[in-house]
């Protein structure tokens, strides 16, 4: 570049920068365009569940309903829902028909699962689905309080905290956690390997795990077993194939 021009450069930026300040311009932005594209809503649009329906349910019509919603979602049918409506809805009371003791695997989302909207069901996660001081009363709070007329403990195969017990994992507040889950594990009778790689013991492991937890809701609140008794509630349990996202129901 010669000198010539460097000073007529110059000159030129200097001035367009001066009238661009003395006329207190700002150079604009461009801004993205946004389209917005609606997508329709096909299906049932189901609104959240009032108090009245909810006490017009029977614990068998919750129990089916469960299994109804089940059967959409291995059908990829999950219902539509307004879930903005929902939100509003629900935000002043709520009426669900169950609560779910579920682990708390990514991989098993509940609701969907089920196909339960905003508001329809409880659900209390912890890794191997086992019963505590808090969950039992959360449990107590979901029926006696709130109505709710099933507690479903749900377990899933390849339950990675089944798998720890077994293996006797030893690791910070993860070894105590783990030793809710052992007496499920003592109570499998089977003659072949008591290990985490037999996939056939950790079913059954899980299987013992999910009636234990049953037992101890039942013997560690008299509240849900006095319901129970009533007819109020049932409490049952279930196990998520990970492979088809069947429920298999252990009534």
């Known amino acids: 570049m010669n000198h010539t021009f460097k000073i007529t450069f110059l000159a030129f930026v200097f001035v367009s920068f001066t009238a661009c300040k003395q006329e ?3 150079i604009p ?21 009032t108090k009245e329906q909810q006490k017009a349910l029977t614990p068998d019509m919750v129990i089916q309903s469960l299994k109804d919603g ?11 829902r307004n879930h903005s409506q929902q939100v509003r809805n629900s935000s002043l009371s709520q009426h669900p028909k169950a609560i779910i003791l579920s682990c708390i695997d990514s991989r098993v989302p509940v609701e969907d699962v089920f196909d ?33 007329k099933l507690v479903l403990v749900l377990g899933h195969e390849y339950c990675g905290a089944i798998k720890a017990s077994i293996d006797d994992v030893q690791l910070g507040n993860i070894t105590p956690m783990l030793q809710k889950i052992k007496p499920a594990i003592d109570n499998v009778v089977y003659d072949g390997e008591r290990n985490s790689n037999n996939e056939k013991f950790v079913h059954l ?18 509240i849900l077993k006095d319901m129970e008794a009533n007819g109020d509630i049932k409490i049952i349990g279930g196990i998520y194939n990970m492979s088809t996202g069947l429920v298999e129901w252990l009534e």
Do not use: H, W
């Open 24 to 26: 207190n311009k700002t």
């Open 29 to 49: 932005t461009l801004q993205p365009t946004q389209v917005v594209v609606e997508k329709p809503i096909t299906g049932l649009v189901e609104d959240v569940i």
């Open 70 to 80: 089940n059967v959409r979602f291995t059908n990829n049918d999950l219902t539509a």
């Open 116 to 148: 339960r909207g905003i508001g329809g069901i409880f659900v209390a996660r912890v890794a191997g689905n086992f019963s505590n001081e808090d969950i039992l009363g959360s449990m107590e709070y979901a029926c006696k309080v709130s109505g709710s």
């Open 205 to 222: 492991v899980c299987e013992s795990n999910i009636e234990n937890t049953m037992n101890q809701i039942r013997l560690n609140s008299p």
